[in-house]
C-alpha cells in the first residue's frame, strides 16, 4: 500500500463566493475517496509562511457548501513580498521550508490572477502547486468560467432589477457602479439580463456625449428615464489615451528611474479615475437635463450564500483537483472546460488577462436590442 498523500489548501485575494463549496469539494474528494490528509492554510500565503494551520477533517467540511466567504481566511499577502514585523519580506524559502517540515505531496491555492501568477513563483522553486480559479470578474485566462461570477451575476442582475422602479418613478438617469477594474464580463453580462440602457465597460472606451445622446433619443420616443450599467474600470477614450500612452512607457522604460517615473504617471492616472463614476452622472445630468443618481454595488457583489452554478462549478474544479493530485499532476491551474475540466499549466494563465473580446456574442446581443455601449 503506498505512502498516503498530505496536501495543503489555502485561499488567496478577495473574498468570493463558492470559496468553501471548493475547500469542500477538494477536501471531501481527498479524505473520502482518496484517503489523503489535509491542512488548510490560514489567511493566504501567509498562513503557509508562518505554518498557521488547521487540520481539515469531514466535520471541518461538513455545512460549509452553502456559506459565502472563506472558513480559511484570505489575504493579498504575496510570498515574495509580505509585510513582517513592518518590512517586506521574501518568504519563498520560509514557505518551502515549511511545507518540507509537514511532509506535504501538494498545496492547492484557490484565488484569482494574482494567485496565479504567486502559485507559479512557488512551482518554479520546485513546490508541487495546483490552483483552482476564483474571481467574481470571471477575467483569470484559460477557463471558460471562475467561481464567484455566476453569483455576482445575479446580485448585480437583481440590483439593477430594483433600480428600474425608482428610475421610472421619478423619470431619472440612475448610473449602477458594477465591479470590474479591468475586464467587463460583470457590468457587461448583468446589464444585458438586467435591461439596462447603456453599458459602460473597460474594453470599450465611451464618449460621454454619444451616450447622452442615446439617452436623449430615449427621451424623445417618451421614455425618460435610462439606468446605465458601468463597470469600475470603465474609462473614456480621452483617459484610455492617457493610460495606453502610459503603459506603454512603462513596458519600454529601461532604466529604474524611468520605470518610477512611469509608476508614477500611473498612479496619478488612477488616483484621477477614482470617482469616475460620480462625474460620469454628474455630465450625463448637465448634457441631458435629467436628475441623476448613483448606486455603487461594491461588496455586496461579493458576498452571500453562493448561487447552485457556483456551487456546482466550485465542487467540479475541486474533485478534479483531487484526482489530478493522485494522478500526480502539478504546476496546473483546473481549468472549467465546457461540461468537464482541463489542467493547464501556470505558465499560461500567470500574468494573463481574460477580458471582453469585441465581437463576443454578448457584445453583439447588447448591440441587437439597442443597447449604447458609449462609443
Known amino acids: 500500500m503506498g505512502k498516503t498523500k498530505r496536501i495543503g489548501i489555502l485561499t488567496s485575494g478577495g473574498d468570493s463566493p463558492g470559496l468553501n463549496a471548493a475547500i469542500r469539494g477538494v477536501g471531501k474528494a481527498a479524505l473520502g475517496f482518496y484517503n489523503m490528509e489535509i491542512l488548510g492554510f490560514r489567511d493566504g500565503f501567509r498562513g503557509l509562511a508562518e505554518n498557521h494551520r488547521i487540520r481539515l477533517e469531514k466535520n471541518t467540511l461538513a455545512g460549509i457548501l452553502t456559506i459565502g466567504g472563506t472558513i480559511l481566511g484570505t489575504s493579498r499577502d504575496k510570498p515574495h513580498r509580505m509585510e513582517i514585523d513592518?518590512?517586506?519580506?521574501?518568504?519563498?524559502?520560509?514557505?518551502?521550508?515549511?511545507?518540507a517540515k509537514l511532509g506535504l505531496d501538494a498545496v492547492v491555492c484557490l484565488g484569482g490572477g494574482g494567485t496565479q501568477k504567486s502559485a507559479l513563483?512557488?512551482?518554479?522553486?520546485?513546490?508541487?502547486?495546483?490552483?483552482?480559479?476564483?474571481?467574481?470578474?470571471?477575467?483569470?485566462?484559460?477557463?471558460?468560467?471562475?467561481f464567484g461570477f455566476d453569483t455576482a451575476l445575479g446580485i448585480a442582475t437583481e440590483a439593477i432589477d430594483r433600480l428600474h422602479s425608482t428610475a421610472h418613478s421619478h423619470h431619472r438617469i440612475v448610473v449602477a457602479e458594477i465591479m470590474?477594474?479591468?475586464?467587463?464580463?460583470?457590468?457587461?453580462?448583468?446589464?444585458?439580463?438586467g435591461g439596462a440602457d447603456v453599458i459602460l465597460i473597460p474594453e470599450i472606451p465611451y464618449d460621454v456625449s454619444r451616450i447622452a445622446q442615446a439617452i436623449r433619443a430615449r427621451s424623445r420616443h417618451g421614455t425618460n428615464f435610462s439606468i446605465v450599467a458601468v463597470a469600475e474600470g470603465a474609462m473614456s477614450k480621452e483617459d484610455a489615451r492617457a493610460f495606453n500612452a502610459a503603459e506603454e512607457k512603462r513596458e519600454k522604460a529601461r532604466a529604474k528611474v524611468e520605470r518610477r517615473a512611469a509608476r508614477l504617471e500611473?498612479?496619478?492616472?488612477?488616483?484621477?479615475?477614482?470617482?469616475?463614476?460620480?462625474?460620469?452622472?454628474?455630465?450625463?445630468?448637465?448634457?441631458?437635463?435629467?436628475?441623476?443618481?448613483?448606486?455603487?454595488?461594491?461588496?455586496?457583489?461579493?458576498?452571500?450564500?453562493?448561487?447552485?452554478?457556483?456551487?456546482?462549478?466550485?465542487t467540479r474544479l475541486g474533485t478534479a483537483c483531487a484526482d489530478l493530485i493522485h494522478e500526480g499532476v502539478y504546476g496546473v491551474m483546473v481549468a472549467a472546460r465546457g461540461n468537464g475540466t482541463e489542467p493547464v499549466p501556470l505558465e499560461k494563465v500567470a500574468g494573463k488577462l481574460k477580458t471582453v473580446p469585441l465581437d463576443h456574442p454578448w457584445v453583439e446581443s447588447a448591440r441587437r436590442v439597442g443597447t449604447c455601449l458609449g462609443d
Do not use: F
Not at 88 to 97: E, G, K, P, V
Not at 286 to 312: N, W
Open 86 to 99: 513592518g518590512r517586506n519580506r521574501d518568504m519563498t524559502d520560509a514557505i518551502l521550508r515549511n511545507c
Open 180 to 193: 470590474g477594474h479591468r475586464a467587463g464580463w460583470l457590468a457587461l453580462g448583468a446589464g444585458i439580463a
Open 121 to 146: 513563483r512557488l512551482a518554479q522553486k520546485g513546490l508541487h502547486v495546483l490552483t483552482l480559479p476564483k474571481t467574481i470578474d470571471n477575467d483569470v485566462a484559460m477557463t471558460d468560467a471562475t
Open 266 to 314: 500611473l498612479d496619478a492616472l488612477e488616483h484621477k479615475h477614482a470617482g469616475n463614476t460620480l462625474r460620469l452622472a454628474r455630465q450625463l445630468e448637465e448634457l441631458t437635463h435629467l436628475e441623476s443618481r448613483v448606486t455603487i454595488l461594491g461588496y455586496v457583489q461579493r458576498g452571500g450564500t453562493p448561487s447552485a452554478g457556483d456551487r456546482l462549478l466550485a
